[in-house]
């Protein structure tokens, strides 16, 4: 893995525009692309080709039909488990290991100094760069870097969809010291067999007072409803 040698005299602002950048585009949005765009160059951390592909990605915010984007967004990043802002879903998806990380994760925020109190679930990759944005540029990016593979699966199914949000993830990676790359992706579960409800009764007899065989009970897939305040 290749790593840049010097580290920036700061992240804080690069890693919070870039937070911002993979909100939900809303009207709130819109009318600061352009000042969050300035601000990323002043502070110089990404290189010339980073800002232009982020540059990019803003005129479509700034310009595109609102309810198109919405729906790009929603299709990008809430339908299916390879491009999840939820970071641990790539690791653990609704398995029980996801919780106990969800705390651990949570305690190392409070164990900065910071009150985790966001709409969002600690994992939240939004979540994740506010918190990183608050530590010296070195922590930052050693907490960034241990994500690292992570953060280049998502980079590299954002590439596979053809999506402009590519190069925030990209960005992510390139402050965080590290190379934006495509690794292979483990096959993805279709969306109908992970979303689907088990059926009532599944496996229960219709003759008369026959004894129901066993069936699993089946937890159905919930959706969270972002940030750290210190």
């Known amino acids: 893995m290749l790593k840049t040698t010097s580290t920036p005299a700061s992240l804080r602002i690069t890693l919070r525009v870039l937070a911002r950048l993979l909100d939900y585009p809303d009207a709130q949005l819109r009318p600061q692309v352009g000042e969050l765009l300035q601000a990323l160059a002043e502070e110089n951390v990404l290189g010339k080709d980073r800002l232009a592909e982020l540059h990019a990605l803003g005129r479509q915010l700034a310009q595109h039909d609102m309810y198109a984007l919405q729906e790009r967004y929603v299709?990008?990043?809430?339908?299916?488990?390879?491009?999840?802002?939820?970071?641990?879903?790539?690791?653990?998806?609704d398995s029980r290991e996801r919780g106990p990380a969800l705390l651990d994760l949570a305690?190392?925020?409070?164990?900065?100094?910071?009150?985790?109190?966001?709409?969002?679930?600690?994992d939240h990759l939004g979540v994740v760069l506010e918190f990183a944005s608050t530590q010296p540029a070195a922590l930052a990016r050693e907490f960034l870097g241990e994500m690292t593979h992570i953060l280049n699966a998502l980079f590299t199914a954002l590439l596979q969809r053809q999506s402009p949000y590519a190069s925030v993830i990209a960005a992510i990676l390139e402050a965080a010291g590290e190379k934006?790359?495509?690794?292979?992706?483990?096959?993805?579960?279709?969306?109908?067999?992970?979303?689907?409800e088990p059926e009532p009764f599944d496996g229960c007899?219709?003759?008369?007072?026959?004894?129901?065989?066993?069936?699993?009970?089946?937890?159905?897939?919930?959706?969270?409803?972002?940030?750290?305040?210190p």
């Not at 993805?188 to 979303?195: C, F, R």
């Not at 065989?213 to 159905?220: A, I, L, N, W, Y």
């Open 107 to 122: 305690q190392t925020y409070e164990k900065a100094g910071l009150l985790f109190n966001a709409p969002e679930l600690p």
């Open 180 to 196: 934006a790359q495509a690794v292979p992706l483990a096959p993805e579960p279709d969306m109908d067999e992970a979303w689907a």
């Open 205 to 229: 007899t219709n003759q008369g007072q026959n004894r129901p065989s066993p069936q699993t009970v089946r937890k159905t897939r919930s959706q969270s409803s972002q940030g750290v305040a």
């Open 75 to 93: 299709e990008t990043f809430d339908r299916g488990r390879q491009t999840s802002l939820h970071l641990f879903e790539h690791i653990h998806g």
